[in-house]
């Protein structure tokens, strides 16, 4: 394994110093705020634990707060007056900024998630300034139909039918840690290219991205209360906001588990609800694939990218029989050469996981495979005993049933499956609660289409994995949620359709 011992010198971020220094505050109505009651609570790099930041422990009142900014901002002032092509140079202009403060932001990135910088600047932030640009376009292109109706005239009365599409209204949006900016983007973008206002919760471990972003969104010219990030826990900022009447739809990345509780709480005022949820994504090796070597190399990246902290990661591995020890012997030897470190140093392939409590969760998954009779082939252990590091791991010998096949681990670990033929394969790939995504490797191009129609999955990857564009909708099948996404699928959940019938 090679590691970066994380007893080195940390790395201290040059151009987000700055940003790290100044106190940090919810963004409500256009002003930075500190939370109602006065708390705060601490922000830690996961690559030491140590503290870099205090933010608003903020609750039900600070929610309150922000909504019926939010809600004004809805009704009166510049916002609803914008004309569509106005609004959608305004939503250019937020991606243009995050492109210019992209190391600053590639930086916090790093530091409070732990991802490596290098990711954080190829990946995150250009993928989220290019959210802004892409929902940039659909601003001015939010259309209805003209529709012939056969309703009965009265007389010789004709009608004229049409729809438009108008804004859902006050948006509540609770983001994940796994890719803090990326996520504020895809949840931001469509809710303001469709005209809405929005209160967004960023997730405990990572909400400091979402903070410089609300900077960036005032400078670019953001009308006061149009945006509103507030920080805080899930159990009181996040359940206050899915819960309040004063929301017409609460939009949501993060557990199946808390997606449950988020459609429990929505149900008060009825109001809609997307979740992206968690996935368990089977990723299928052909022994027909023409390039091996690449396979065996996407199926790692598959499940290591990101430290396996994807919902769409491909955590469950199943190659063909006759090329199983070749696979899984290419995927461990991959594992082993991964460099781990602090998300800052430039050398780091692999930062820590996010938290002590995913560390936990991780650590107890890697327990209960070997419990049950899982074989370790790479990895299985923490790395050192300061920050959150776990070595990229390899299990085999699993069945269905146990917890590490079934359950979302979140973290680098895959389990890694032989299988004979196609028709037995497919039943045990769907055998998930999730439908997130799948990965199909093969040189048949027949079977790469039946595969992909089989697969009960949002999003197929045949010959790639982890394939993500603004304009590719990504959601999941059964428990991975509700909704789709980024391309213009996403508008339809930000948007109400009302039909207008003319008597002419
Ligand atoms: P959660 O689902 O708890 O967190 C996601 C977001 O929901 C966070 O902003 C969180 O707030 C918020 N939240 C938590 N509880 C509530 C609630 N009762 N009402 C409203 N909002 C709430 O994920 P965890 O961080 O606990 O991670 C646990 C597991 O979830 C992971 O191991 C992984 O399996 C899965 N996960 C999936 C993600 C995905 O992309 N699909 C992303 C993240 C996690 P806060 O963090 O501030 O408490």
């Given at each position: 394994?090679?590691t ?15 940003f790290?220094?100044?106190p ?7 002003k ?9 609570f601490?922000v830690y ?5 140590a503290?870099?930041?205090h933010?608003p422990?903020s609750g ?8 019926k ?6 009704e009166?002032g ?13 939503i250019w ?6 492109l210019e403060?992209?190391e600053e932001?590639?930086?916090?990135e ?9 990711v ?17 376009g ?11 109706i056969s309703?009965?005239p009265a007389?010789?009365?004709?009608f ?7 804004p859902?209204g006050?948006i ?5 840690w ?5 996520m504020?983007a ?5 809710a303001?290219?469709t005209?809405n ?12 991205s979402?903070?410089?972003l609300?900077?960036?969104?005032l400078e ?15 159990e ?6 899915a ?5 017409d739809?609460?939009a949501?990345?993060?557990s ?7 459609v429990q709480?929505?149900?008060g005022?009825?109001k ?7 996935g ?20 790692a ?11 769409c990661?491909?955590?469950?591995l ?10 899984v012997a290419g ?23 996010v938290s ?7 650590s107890g998954?890697?327990?209960?495979g ?15 005993d300061?920050?959150?590091f ?11 049933e ?5 359950e ?14 196609v028709?037995?394969l497919i ?5 998930s609660e999730y439908?997130?995504a799948?990965?199909v490797w093969?040189?048949d191009?027949?079977k790469?289409h ?18 993500f564009?603004?304009a ?23 948007t ?9």
């Amino acid at each position: 394994m090679a590691t970066i011992t994380t007893s080195e010198p940390a790395v201290s971020p040059t151009k987000a110093a700055q940003f790290l220094k100044a106190p940090k505050k919810n963004l409500i109505d256009g002003k930075w705020l500190e939370s109602a009651s006065g708390e705060r609570f601490s922000v830690y790099d996961p690559s030491t634990g140590a503290t870099i930041a205090h933010v608003p422990d903020s609750g039900a009142e600070d929610i309150d707060h922000a909504v019926k900014a939010a809600r004004r901002a809805f009704e009166s002032g510049p916002w609803p007056k914008l004309s569509p092509s106005d609004r959608g140079r305004l939503i250019w202009k937020i991606g243009d900024l995050i492109l210019e403060n992209l190391e600053e932001l590639a930086e916090i990135e790093s530091l409070d998630n732990g991802k490596p910088v290098a990711v954080a600047r190829v990946a995150d932030i250009p993928l989220a300034a290019d959210l802004f640009h892409y929902m940039a376009g659909w601003a001015t292109k939010i259309e209805g139909n003209t529709i012939p109706i056969s309703a009965l005239p009265a007389g010789d009365a004709k009608f004229l039918a049409y729809t438009v599409r108008e804004p859902v209204g006050v948006i509540g949006q609770i983001i994940p840690w796994n890719f803090p900016l990326l996520m504020a983007a895809w949840k931001l973008g469509p809710a303001l290219a469709t005209g809405n206002t929005v209160i967004l919760k960023p997730a405990e471990q990572t909400p400091l991205s979402a903070l410089r972003l609300g900077e960036l969104l005032l400078e670019a010219g953001v009308p006061v209360g149009v945006v509103n990030v507030v920080t805080g826990f899930g159990e009181t900022a996040g359940a206050a906001l899915a819960a309040h009447h004063g929301v017409d739809k609460i939009a949501f990345t993060g557990s199946t588990e808390v997606g449950k509780l988020i459609v429990q709480s929505a149900a008060g005022n009825l109001k809609k609800v997307s979740l992206e949820l968690g996935g368990k994504s089977p990723n299928v090796v052909f022994r027909d694939v023409s390039n091996l070597d690449a396979a065996i190399q996407g199926a790692a990246n598959a499940i290591f990218f990101n430290h396996g902290q994807c919902c769409c990661a491909g955590s469950r591995l199943f190659a063909e029989k006759e090329i199983y020890d070749e696979v899984v012997a290419g995927v461990s030897d991959f594992a082993k050469k991964i460099k781990l470190g602090p998300g800052l140093h430039p050398e780091t392939e692999m930062g820590p996981l996010v938290s002590q409590e995913q560390l936990d969760r991780v650590s107890g998954f890697l327990n209960s495979g070997v419990q049950e009779g899982a074989r370790t082939m790479t990895g299985g252990q923490r790395v050192g005993d300061r920050g959150y590091f776990v070595q990229p791991t390899v299990l085999t010998n699993t069945n269905p049933e146990m917890r590490v096949v079934r359950e979302e681990i979140f973290g680098p670990v895959v389990v890694a499956e032989p299988f004979d033929k196609v028709e037995e394969l497919i039943p045990i790939a769907n055998q998930s609660e999730y439908g997130l995504a799948a990965g199909v490797w093969t040189n048949d191009i027949a079977k790469a289409h039946r595969a992909a129609h089989q697969l009960r999955a949002g999003t197929i990857w045949i010959n790639c994995y982890n394939v993500f564009d603004a304009a590719l909708p990504f959601g999941g099948f059964k428990q991975s949620g509700w909704g789709r996404e980024m391309g213009h699928d996403v508008l339809e959940l930000y948007t109400e359709t009302k039909a207008v019938v003319v008597a002419l």
